[in-house]
C-alpha cells in the first residue's frame, strides 16, 4: 500500500449540475460540456493507472470512459462510490434541483444523521459508513496507482473521515454541510490521498 497512489475525481458536468429537469439518480448522464470536461481530464493525467474505478451512476462511468480509452490496459471496477441520494429518488422524479431546492434545503435543517426520507433514499450515517468502507478497502490495494470517478458528496464524506475517521455523525453531518456551502468539490475536481504509517492523508486538487 505505500506505493500506492489514490486519485479521487469528482465526475464532469452531468444534466443536473447544469439545472436540467432529471429521472432517477443513476440515470443522469454528462452534459455537452462534461463529456469535453472527461476529454480534458483525461488528457491531463501523467500517472499511468493500475485501476479505474466507477460508481454505478452513469454520470460516473461517461466521466470514466475517455480516462479507459487512453490507459486500456488498467483493469475496471464498478464500486459503491455512488452520489449521496439523500431525497426519495421516486419524489423528485421530473425535477431540477431548483424545484428540489426547498426539500434540500428541509432536509439539511434538521441535521438528522439517521433521518431516511423513503424509499430509495439513504441516511447520512449510511453516506459515512459507505465512505468508511471505501476507505477501508483502499488501505488494502498494493498493487500501483488506482484512479476513482465519484461524487461531490461522496468525495466530501470520504475528506472527513480520512481527516477524523472516529468523528461523531451528528458532528459529521454539521461540518459536512458547512464545507458544501463554502467549498463544494467542483466537476473533475480531484481528492488525492497517500497512505504513511498506516494512515491515509489527503491533498485536496
Known amino acids: 500500500m505505500s506505493s500506492c497512489r489514490i486519485d479521487i475525481y469528482r465526475h464532469a458536468e452531468s444534466a443536473s449540475n447544469a439545472g436540467e429537469k432529471t429521472a432517477w439518480p443513476d440515470t443522469i448522464p454528462l ?8 476529454e480534458d481530464l483525461a488528457r491531463s493525467i501523467a500517472v499511468y493507472p493500475t485501476r479505474l474505478v466507477s460508481s454505478p451512476f452513469l454520470r460516473s462511468s461517461e466521466t470514466l470512459m475517455p480516462i479507459a480509452r487512453r490507459f486500456p490496459d488498467a483493469g475496471r471496477e464498478t464500486w459503491e462510490v455512488q452520489e449521496f441520494t439523500y431525497l426519495q429518488p421516486e419524489a423528485c422524479v421530473g ?4 424545484e428540489r431546492k426547498p426539500r434540500i434545503d428541509a432536509y439539511w435543517r434538521e441535521l438528522d444523521p439517521d433521518f431516511v426520507d423513503g424509499p430509495g433514499a439513504e441516511s447520512f450515517r449510511q453516506l459515512l459508513k459507505r465512505a468508511s468502507d471505501f476507505l477501508d478497502r483502499l488501505t488494502k490495494l498494493s498493487d500501483g496507482p488506482t484512479l476513482v470517478v465519484s461524487h461531490g458528496q461522496f468525495i466530501q464524506a470520504t475528506l472527513l473521515l480520512a481527516e477524523n475517521a472516529d468523528i461523531d455523525a451528528g458532528v459529521a453531518m454539521r461540518l459536512f454541510i458547512e464545507r458544501q456551502h463554502l467549498s463544494p468539490f467542483e466537476n473533475c475536481e480531484r481528492l488525492q490521498l497517500s497512505f504513511d504509517a ?8
Open 31 to 38: 452534459t455537452i460540456h462534461g463529456r469535453r470536461q472527461a
Open 95 to 98: 425535477t431540477s434541483w431548483k
Open 198 to 205: 498506516g494512515r491515509l492523508s489527503p491533498a485536496r486538487g
